[in-house]
């Protein structure tokens, strides 16, 4: 069982920084994939980054390649999300979430445990 918290959001104006984190329970937890998703009112959630169980491997959205890094931090047990050039399109809910995969996982349905979100607003 691994429980997520998510923390960092916020509101910021377009091209501004935030930095998401997620800590993790659970003596496991470097065992499991991790991803960032995203949900905006009316739409459907989607993929945003994930991290392999070494993290040697990432991967991003089309949608925010070049401006969202995805680390994490086995002995801490926590993963971070730093989001740099935010433009309002990316204002949302943002999830972490764990994939007993261990791979980098792109797809919801990979994924075996949620964080309740935290809100990322950017201001125009």
Known sequence: QVQLVESGGGL?????????????????????????????????????ASISWRGGITSNADSVKGRFTISRDNAKNTVSLQMNSLKPEDTAVYYCAASRSGTSALRMYEYDYWGQGTQVTVSS
């Open 12 to 48: 910021v104006q377009a091209g501004g920084s935030l930095r998401l984190s997620c800590a993790a329970s659970g003596r496991t937890f470097r065992n499991y994939a991790m991803g960032w998703f995203r949900q905006a009112p009316g739409k459907e959630r989607e993929f945003v």
